[in-house]
């Protein structure tokens, strides 16, 4: 059995990140649910995190592994929001394991999202993706106490970036625009503070 092959995956401390690995999915499967912490996705499709805990908790950590080739997709740490998505471009079979399944409810989200500028942001994560416009204004709303914001716009179809931009506090109205380089959709990336994205006018 396919899950079976999957070597156990260690969870280790440390800042929150969300790594990708930008490999291909083998495609060719089943899409849909194929347990409480497992998935078979045909294309891209997102995973959701909730910190249910009433505080005082450690966080949620997650990692997320391919059945079929034992790579780690996603790996994230410290994660406290109660409602955080990141999006994953391979098909094929996930699975993952939680560091406090009693207070981190993980599920997945079919596809990348089909979210309509101007779009709120305000859970941080990856953004549901959207129709891309010739270019993308992203307005920072609220840095959350960090110094800047680094705002990298990403294609849904590969998790490869697009553009990036640094959105500095009091300068240019805290806003950046990043050309989407024709691709039809796009998403933000692994944002820390909360944005207003529209298209630029």
């Given at each position: 059995m396919l899950?079976?092959?999957?070597?156990?995956?260690?969870?280790?401390?440390?800042?929150a990140?969300?790594?990708?690995?930008?490999?291909?999915?083998?495609?060719?499967?089943?899409?849909?649910?194929?347990?409480?912490?497992?998935?078979?996705?045909?294309?891209?499709?997102?995973?959701k995190v909730q910190d249910v805990s009433s505080g005082g908790d450690l966080g949620c950590a997650v990692t997320v592994t391919d059945v079929q080739s034992g790579q780690t997709v996603l790996a994230l740490r410290d994660l406290y929001s109660k409602n955080i998505s990141y999006q994953v471009?391979?098909?094929?079979?996930?699975?993952?394991?939680?560091?406090?399944?009693?207070?981190?409810?993980?599920t997945h989200l079919d596809g990348p999202g089909n979210a309509k500028l101007p779009l709120t942001w305000l859970q941080g994560g990856d953004t549901d993706a959207f129709a891309a416009p010739a270019q993308v204004t992203v307005q920072v709303?609220?840095?959350?106490?960090?110094?800047?914001?680094?705002?990298?716009?990403?294609?849904?179809?590969?998790?490869?970036?697009?553009a990036s931009e640094t959105a500095t506090p009091g300068q240019h109205n805290d806003t950046v625009t990043l050309d989407a380089g024709g691709r039809p959709t796009a998403y933000l990336s692994d944002l820390d503070c909360y944005v207003l994205v529209s298209s630029a006018p």
């Open positions: 899950l079976a092959a999957v070597a156990a995956v260690v969870i280790a401390a440390g800042s990140t969300a790594a990708v690995l930008l490999t291909g999915g083998s495609g060719g499967h089943t899409p849909g649910s194929a347990g409480a912490n497992a998935y078979v996705a045909s294309g891209p499709w997102r995973l471009s391979q098909a094929g079979s996930f699975q993952w394991q939680v560091s406090n399944a009693d207070n981190c409810i993980v709303t609220d840095y959350r106490g960090s110094p800047t914001c680094e705002i990298t716009l990403k294609d849904p179809a590969n998790g490869r970036p697009i």
